[in-house]
């Protein structure tokens, strides 16, 4: 008989990515704000409303983790990146290419040397540890750095960053560090559970892709150790119970994705080498692969299965999912497995296509799976 350990710290048995479907309140709410209608300060205190009733929510559908649902960005990673010192908000001529759809253009770029200096984030996890109190542990959810590093080499933002940064290295010392401060003034809030969402392994993935676009597999194994050092230095020499999980994605919006491809290709640097606790992974169709490239996965790290879509209404069948549970645990221990969804509802603003009401059946059967398969 297999022993289970009791999970006291994220990722648990149950778990969640981090975004919420936004209200319709919030949504006019913001609307509103952009047509000047109304002020920031009535935004902000219609977020507050929002977040709290979620809190509420995530509390009662038994998650040991909570988060603010992202209420009170645009985007899951852009809003982050603008928060910096030395980083400028743009609109460049196309935004982000998704399987027939093209998100909005928005985009960051640089306009002087990257700095941490008191970031809004730090507010909005303040806000949310005081209404969640000590009954939970509070998450709080930021891009990873070799997201922000992408953004910034994105098209023509390319080239404001050459302009400021001659010498590469310069920038992603400068980055490193403002993460580094940025997470050390997050624990200073009390926070001890921080996940970093990133797309650029699960774009990695996509061979075809990056055959086509990167140069090839030289190119790619270049990118992957500029990838894992931009990311272990951020979180290196930082205090031991700040609690540090990623989330890997293939791209979130509107119910539609941007990448395919196994984990193959990045195993054994990502699932080997970067210095996370557990990774939140994409599992929920064929375009993740099978669960080979798990065995890679080092030392004690846990995995959170993502076998239950966000993207879709339609709930799964949970003597399907379970059977995949246990085909999981055949390339890593059931002890260090999890369950999630694949990802978050609501990466953008936009949400996905499905209602809150469905949302929460997801989560509830997350959990009813999850008390089924480790008891």
């Not at 038994?62 to 990673?77: A, I, K, P």
């Not at 996890?125 to 969640?132: G, Y």
């Not at 169709?285 to 299965?305: A, E, H, M, W, Y």
Request: charged letters at 25%; proline letters at 3%; one cysteine or more.
């Amino acid at each position: 008989m297999t022993v289970l350990t009791n999970r006291t710290h994220a990722p648990f048995r149950y778990d969640i990515v981090g975004s919420f479907l936004r209200p319709a309140a919030l949504k006019k709410a913001r609307s509103d704000f952009a047509e000047n209608k109304i002020t920031i300060e009535q935004l902000t205190e219609i977020e507050n409303i929002c977040i709290r009733d979620l809190v509420k929510k995530e509390i009662a559908a038994g998650l040991h983790s909570v988060t603010d649902g992202e209420f009170r960005r645009s985007y899951w990673h852009l809003d982050f990146m603008w928060g910096f010192s030395g980083i400028e908000h743009t609109v460049l001529d196309h935004g982000y290419l998704f399987h027939g759809e093209e998100t909005r253009a928005d985009s960051a770029r640089v306009i002087g040397k990257i700095r941490f200096a008191n970031h809004p984030f730090l507010t909005h996890f303040r806000f949310l540890k005081q209404i969640a109190g000590d009954t939970v542990l509070c998450r709080q959810t930021i891009p990873g750095p070799a997201q922000f590093f992408s953004e910034l080499v994105r098209g023509e933002n390319e080239k404001y960053l050459n302009t400021v940064y001659p010498d590469r290295e310069e920038a992603c010392q400068d980055l490193i560090r403002a993460y580094h401060d940025f997470i050390l003034a997050l624990y200073e809030e009390g926070c001890r559970n921080l996940q970093l969402d990133d797309c650029t392994w699960g774009m990695l993935c996509d061979i075809k892709y990056w055959k086509n676009q990167s140069g090839g597999e030289t190119n790619m194994q270049s990118l992957q150790a500029l990838y894992l050092r931009l990311t272990n230095d951020s979180i290196a020499d930082l205090p031991k119970d700040l609690i540090i999980n990623t989330h890997v994605c293939r791209g979130n919006y509107h119910s539609t994705w941007a990448t395919s491809g196994g984990y193959g290709p990045v195993g054994k640097i990502l699932f080997g080498k970067e210095n996370v606790t557990g990774y939140y992974l994409e599992f929920d169709d064929n375009r993740s692969g099978d669960f080979t490239p798990l065995q890679d996965v080092s030392d004690n790290k846990i995995v959170v299965l993502g076998l239950i879509t966000s993207k879709k209404p339609k709930l799964e069948n949970k003597a399907a999912i379970i059977s995949r549970i246990k085909e999981a645990s055949q390339f890593i221990p059931l002890d260090r497995l999890c369950l999630s969804p694949q990802c978050g509802f609501s990466s953008t603003e936009e949400g996905n296509i499905l209602t809150e009401e469905e949302q929460w059946q997801k989560i509830a059967l997350v959990k009813e799976i999850a008390n089924e398969v480790w008891n």
